[in-house]
């Protein structure tokens, strides 16, 4: 309340003192302020107008935009709920209401206020780019695409509309695909915060990290308080190995585990590396209570918990979703050597071993956190409910059930990627990998994160089809250039079809993004280098591969087989003894 006050004591101030010729009308002065995000400008000018005279009706739409950018939820409602616009703001109006229920969550009454800024601005193509968010949100994908091919067609000079094309064609066809539209978006606001940064993102996630630190210093120049810079800045620090300078970088502006989901998780990654591996399991374990099915998050708390010595936590917290048959790989092999690291060998022994068999797809399919009793009790009403329910069925084997429930929630949310997605899950889980791959490239029609392309190459093996696996790998590194397990695939693709200098290239790149922990990996490294005759290469790595991983079938080959090529036929004898 105090801040209102001291903002309309300062707007009355600027009255007195105004300007007797102004360079433009006033309210299209506030209207820049706003277009530039600056809120508190854009209210203080809006205010003075307020105080002038001008009918609340026709500053209510703007006053209210100026509380959304500043985060001022309670205060935008005050100026939006009501309706009362005038007959030219009214579809600003609207959208700004849509925005702000969107902003609270109420998607149905986003999706109403959405429809009322229709009647009154059909041809806007910034509304159109509310609209195909809304739909993002609300899972319905498909639909969120045609509204950003709508904005791109009413607005073709529009930056908004431009960005957020950009961002679905990223979303579906890569990183290199939506760098066109970024930078058309660019070209008509050279300084707007929000195509900044994506841009930056994307030319990351590309591996282009000169050109990345060149767009996040405009960046911050553009906007000074943004966050996200001094995150990207981490990102890259990190990405050179400097992670105590990433760590350096995050705190400047106070403990980024408090800021946002993203810089909690490049803190806690940073921690990790520098050896900070208590703090870092925290964080990874507050962040996974509010993702339990994020993969990748499971991951790094499990290698944290072992990396802290808190292997009886990582067994008690995980051993028994590691003894499920859709457990993933990693997460057996880790409770194995937490078992393995608290003596109790025996225990550590199945979990040792299911995690050195590879299996015919290399991948199992997604498993829910939530038991399948607890899921059944909440039903399938929500998105998530539904996800829930259909992988904890596959969970249980309920394959029949998987299906029947996945395809269910798949004709109540038609046009979602998810729920795509979900479907073939339950049908490579029944083992009907051509009915699963036509859910999955529907899927990646509108989104194909990596987690769906593994699924789709494991249907794809499946089946025997290595043409589209060839070029399913081939497009992602494309688009991810820096993804090792995909440089790991395309590698041994390589090798089995005969493309040895392709093969080595694209193994070299996964050893130097951190395959030096990987004992297959290693393994196919070591075939690699016997195939050129660098024999002393060769038993280096096959004795790192072995160290890391003694009961890996793969690591003990290669062991057994450098040593046999570097002629120690005994020490040779001693590891085939152990296979």
Known sequence: MARKIAILLLAIAVVACAEAEPRQPPLIAARALLDRGDGLGGEIALRRLLAEGTPREELAAYLGEAELLQGDMRSARTWLDLGDFSAETRGHGFRMLGRLEMAEGNLAAAGAAFDRALQSAPDDPELWVDIGRLRYLGGEQVQAVDASERAVELGPQNAAALAFRGQLVR???????????????????????????????????????????AVVRKLAAAAPRDPRAPLFQAVLAARAGEFGLAHDILGRRGDPRRTSAAGALMAAVADLEAGNHASAAQTFDRLLRAQPDNRRLRQLLVRALHLAGNDRELVYRFGEEARAASADRYLVQMVGRAYEALGEREMAAPFLERAARKSGTGMAPLRSAIPLD??????????????????????????????????????????SADALGLAGDAYLAAGQPQRALERYRSAAEIRRPWPLTRRMLAALSTIGNRTEAEWLIASQLASEPANREALAMAAEMAFDAGRTARGEALLDRALILGGSRDPGLLALAVEAALRTGAREEAEQLAMQAYRLQRRNPAAGRALFQALRAAGKRVAAETVQSDL
Do not use: C, K, Q
């Open 171 to 213: 979303d579906a066809h890569g990183m290199e695909a939506a760098l066109p539209w970024f930078e058309a978006a660019l070209a008509i606001a050279p300084d707007d915060a929000d195509v900044l940064a994506d841009y930056a993102a994307t030319l990351g996630e590309l591996g282009r990290a000169r050109e990345m630190l």
């Open 374 to 415: 607890l899921a059944e009790t909440r039903g399938a009403a929500t998105g998530s409910e539904a996800r829930a329910l259909v992988r904890a069925s596959i969970a249980a084997g309920r394959l029949d059930a998987a299906i029947a429930g996945a395809e269910a929630f798949r004709n109540r949310a038609r046009g």
